[in-house]
């Protein structure tokens, strides 16, 4: 019986459900505290000064880069030993992904065009893969696993995605003697990895003095996460996945980032970065093409991409329907693929530096995520019985 629970745990735990509803509550409290007399201690400690950083900072380029890493670390074990490790798994939740970031990005465009502010264009195209199982859980066994497999993994593709767009599109300022620095440690994990190396603190001494070359070359700090977690060794366990994550650093290591980076720092990065203090807000703001072009790219361009891939790709016989799941439960999952919270704020406060672009970003985010998660709960609660047979006879 305590093995069960234990096991029961654990999965509670993986699949980011809990995380996902913590972070609700910490963006919910966020903007409780923006919008109360405690909102002046709570902007004034957020730009405090802690060293050479503010407390913004170290949240988002120190705290985040743990993130990243565990963001890298899932891309790797997917990629390598799990639901993406062939062509043929990839190709759904792949071109669904890729549609799911394009669209909205012209979305975005479309709003914000001639208007200074075309550098926002990335904000809407990721899909915050806590917030979205944290929804679905709340459905139940109303979802087929399938598509649970099939959301998380279009959103471990949506996030490497995320991570290429970041490190190609907003990254100023370069230093060439930095990143030469960089480059070198980078290929001393690569030989750490090629050598055989499976103790764990070798790859995190030399991880920490790549997050600092990486921060002082220009690009984003926590890129330095994603490097570092491609270079982790990954023992390959193709008939019994995890079977032997005492033997793999990578298992390791993201087990031992689980739990800090789900319920403490993503929590932590929402709180710190949902406050948008509504005061004096009018309808301008709401009405603005930033607001509007990140709200639809999240709420319209999301669902139109991510559900026109998968119609297009199931009709031409390219592709096939998760198993058990019917068209109007697809339709609700990319539905639920419009909730951009963490990273959409995270390229948010990189693609802008004004502060009224960033909250009309961030309120634009709250609300195309509010409808989505809504819309998307709303119709894969009524599509909870009729699966089969719908699908059936779509076929």
Avoid at 8 to 26: E, P, Q
Avoid at 128 to 142: E, K, P, Q, T
Avoid at 354 to 362: F, G, N, S, T, V
Wanted: charged residues 10%.
């Amino acid at each position: 019986m305590a093995g069960r629970i234990q096991n029961t745990i654990r999965k509670f735990l993986d699949n980011g459900t809990a995380g996902g509803l913590l972070l609700i509550a910490a963006a919910v409290l966020a903007l409780i505290v923006a919008n109360s007399p405690l909102a002046d201690a709570y902007f004034s400690a957020l730009h405090a000064y802690v060293g050479p950083l503010s407390v913004a900072h170290w949240i988002n380029d120190a705290l985040m880069a743990l993130f990243f890493l565990m963001v890298g670390l899932e891309i790797k074990r997917e990629m390598v030993d799990g639901h993406l490790s062939s062509w043929p798994r990839r190709i759904l939740p792949g071109v669904a992904a890729a549609a799911g970031m394009a669209v909205p990005a012209l979305v975005y465009l479309f709003f914000t065009a001639g208007t200074g502010a075309t550098h926002g264009w990335a904000i809407p195209s990721a899909t915050d893969i806590a917030f979205a199982l944290g929804v679905i859980s709340l459905l139940g066994s109303r979802v087929p696993t399938s598509l649970k497999v099939f959301l998380a993994a279009l959103a471990i593709i949506d996030d490497l995605g995320a991570v290429v767009i970041i490190g190609l599109f907003y990254t100023t300022g370069l230093s060439p003697a930095d990143l030469a620095i960089a480059a070198l440690i980078v290929l001393a994990l690569v030989g750490l990895n090629q050598s055989g190396v499976m103790r764990l603190w070798p790859y995190l001494l030399l991880g920490a003095v790549l997050w600092f070359f990486v921060w002082r070359s220009g690009i984003h700090a926590t890129i330095a996460g994603v490097l570092l977690a491609l270079t982790i060794p990954l023992k390959r366990t193709p008939a019994t996945p995890e079977a032997l994550p005492s033997e793999s650093p990578l298992h390791r290591m993201e087990q031992a980032l689980m739990v800090p980076v789900s319920f403490v720092i993503i929590p932590i990065f929402g709180f710190a970065n949902a406050g948008v203090s509504f005061a004096g807000v009018g309808a301008d703001a709401l009405l603005a093409p930033v607001t509007m072009g990140v709200a639809a790219g999240l709420a319209l361009g999301k669902v139109v991409g991510i559900f026109g891939a998968v119609a297009i790709l199931v009709r031409l016989d390219w592709a096939n329907l998760p198993a058990g799941a019917s068209w109007l439960q697809m339709l609700g999952t990319s539905l639920l693929c419009g909730i951009g919270f963490t990273m959409s704020l995270f390229i948010s406060l990189l693609a802008f530096s004004e502060p009224l672009l960033q909250d009309e970003a961030k309120i634009g985010i709250l609300a195309g995520s509010l409808i989505s998660g809504i819309l998307g709960y709303t119709v894969l609660r009524l599509a909870k019985r009729e699966a089969p047979r719908r699908m059936q006879a779509v076929r």
